[in-house]
């Protein structure tokens, strides 16, 4: 028999932060060790990006968590075309 994962994700313009609930057992030490108090828990104690745009992308959420049930990954911000910086040189 196969468990639904329930997999939540947050994500902004540099971030994206996914949590599976089915895996978190709802410790807090995700929580706890967010420098930048991105995570809050939800009414069941599961970890929710409710301050996304203040991540660091420090991953101590994600290297601290037993159960492997949260992961950040930093987006990749696209390249300008070099068409766009010509008119820039005097």
């Known amino acids: 028999m196969q468990q ?13 932060i996914t949590v599976k609930e089915s895996w978190c057992k709802t410790c807090g030490i995700c929580i706890n060790y967010c420098p930048r108090k ?3 828990p939800s009414e069941k104690g599961h970890p929710v990006a409710e301050n996304i745009d203040d991540c660091i992308h420090c991953m101590l959420c994600e290297l601290r968590c037993p159960d492997f049930a949260i992961m950040v990954e930093k987006l990749k911000k696209p390249v ?5 910086h010509r008119n820039l040189e005097d």
């Open 80 to 84: 300008p075309n070099s068409s766009e």
């Open 4 to 16: 639904k994962q329930d997999i939540r994700t947050y994500q902004n313009d540099e971030t994206i």
């Open 38 to 40: 991105v995570l809050v």
